[in-house]
């Protein structure tokens, strides 16, 4: 039976303990998986098959789409040229994905954090040649696990096409958190996205309609008319993690089976919080249930405006338990 491999695809061959595997590679997926044949102790040959890849990684589908009616092909010239009985058929375990890393391979990468909040913003791949489709698609096969745990925008780069230079381009793969063609760009010209990338990473999203309705003014301290309305305000408000011994002074006061109203015990906890971080400045961070995700974080602007809103709600929650009180 003839036949011939597309031309897109070449194969070669290597030893493993006990047999011998035919490695498949695709000129623009890079390297798709092998077909195994071990000699078993019975003197059979047991014929296996691998696509190469992470599960979890989209592209090891996308190598599978080819890779397996290929290797079906060729697995059944092999079960007739071997005979009946020599060889064990192909099952459910078949070409099942498989990273088989056959040695440790060290890819030089970089993290590249960002400059304003230190957490990391970018890594960039390094491929050891020039970096055709194929080549650059192995690099980010081997680095998938990384990649995605970092979960940052990733690329991988090519070595550069000509003379190594900032004008020269290279060949340049993104591969997370969305994937896109290869690209030749210039070193110059990659490293400006980049900047603007950086610059964007942990700043507020932009206002697209600011042109269309004005800026409202800052509002003004909003009066609390109930214990859980306080709290909700001051969840949605406060800048600061101070926000925390609010409710730490709450659950206390529950703890010892207080019998006070949620409003005494609310004013309680409020009166301890700024006894203790009204007078001096206590090292706090951001309050992650802030209505504004986005809101730029000053620790010392922040505190000031946390211990004016809380000095402002008990003022107003003291006023509702004298009027309660007066009844």
Known sequence: MKFSLPPEITSN???????????????????????????????????????VGDPSDPMTDERLKIFRPLGEQIIHILESALGSGQHTKPDSQSFIPNPFPPHEEIIESRLIPCERCGALAAQLIFAESTGDFGELEDCARKMFVQYRDHNVPTWVIGEPL?????????????????RGPIQQMTANAFNAELDKLLERHCRPLPDYLSHVFKPKPPKEFEKPCSPGHCLRMLNENMRTD????????????????????????????????????????????????NADRYYHFDPEQDYQHDIKLLKFQLKELKKILKDIRSF
């Open 13 to 51: 061959k290597h030893m493993l303990a006990g047999g011998h595997a035919y490695t498949f590679r695709h000129r623009e997926l890079g390297e798709l998986g092998r077909i195994i044949l071990q000699e078993t102790p019975d003197g059979q040959c047991h014929i296996s098959s691998e696509v």
């Open 162 to 178: 000509g003379v190594s230079g900032f004008d020269t381009p290279a060949r340049i793969l993104k591969v997370w958190p969305s």
């Open 242 to 289: 101070i926000l925390k011994n609010v409710h730490q002074g709450i659950h206390q006061q529950k703890e010892k089976k207080s019998k006070k109203s949620p409003l005494v015990m609310l004013i309680k906890s409020i009166e301890d919080v700024l006894a203790l971080f009204g007078s001096i400045n206590l090292r706090v961070e951001r309050n992650p249930f």
